[in-house]
């Protein structure tokens, strides 16, 4: 374990993450789906109380970046809604599924069976970016997600008491994050396809 304090540094690197998403964001340059980013800052907020509640100490701040940040990409994609990528059915029943998983946990007085349907709630709502970045890697900024990934890590590595509650959902962060990254940068969906980089940015609205 590390210095608990290394909290901070995992802050500032989602900090210098999400200026450069957003940039993009309002460049038109990437284009954040409405539904993941919507869901994973309610999520976000929420998860950060529940922590508090919990006493999971620093690491919490993290967790609260994790819902400001999302929060923030949604503000400034209604500044450029000619860069927000085109909602589908796909995305609508990732962002129903993963609410209903919000309301079982509101609900549900276990709480390991809770933060489990908390977290399976925050996975459904990565599903529709994890998919774009498969379709449309030129419309993602990967830099964000790899400073999730580590910001996570960091996170995981100052906690002075490995609990249930304070690792399953920075670590499912961690994994989800690292999944669009390595889908962004190795451009796998379109070679696959047969598209290359050439490929145009399909769905925008």
């Keep these: 374990m590390i210095d ?29 789906n409405r539904v993941t980013w919507s869901l994973w ?15 999971v100490g620093l690491a919490a701040l993290m967790t609260l970046m994790l819902g ?12 450029n ?6 909602l589908g059915a ?8 993963s609410i209903g998983g919000l ?15 908390f977290v399976a709630a925050d996975q459904m709502a ?3 970016t994890i998919r774009k970045s498969w379709l449309a890697p030129t419309t993602e900024s990967p830099r964000l997600f790899f400073l999730g990934s580590t910001n996570c890590a960091i996170t995981l590595l100052t906690l002075t008491k490995l609990t249930t509650a304070g690792v399953l959902f920075p670590g499912c962060i961690l994994v989800a994050d690292l999944i669009v990254g390595l889908l962004i940068v190795s451009n796998v969906g379109p070679r696959l396809r047969g ?11």
């Design 126 to 128: 990565a599903l529709p």
């Design 81 to 86: 809604p000619h860069g927000v990528w085109k």
């Design 103 to 117: 309301v079982f946990w509101a609900f549900v007085n276990e709480p390991t069976v809770a933060l489990v349907s």
């Design 41 to 55: 800052g309610v999520e976000g907020v929420l998860a950060f109380c529940v922590e508090v509640q919990q006493h």
């Design 195 to 205: 598209e290359g980089y050439g490929a145009p940015k399909p769905k925008m609205a």
């Design 68 to 79: 400001l940040v999302p929060c923030a990409v949604v503000v400034a994609s209604f500044r």
């Design 90 to 97: 796909f995305d609508f029943l990732c962002g129903a599924v």
């Design 4 to 32: 608990p304090r290394f909290v901070y540094l995992a802050a500032a690197l989602s900090l210098v993450g999400a200026y450069g998403y957003i940039r993009d964001t309002l460049r038109g340059d990437t284009s954040p």
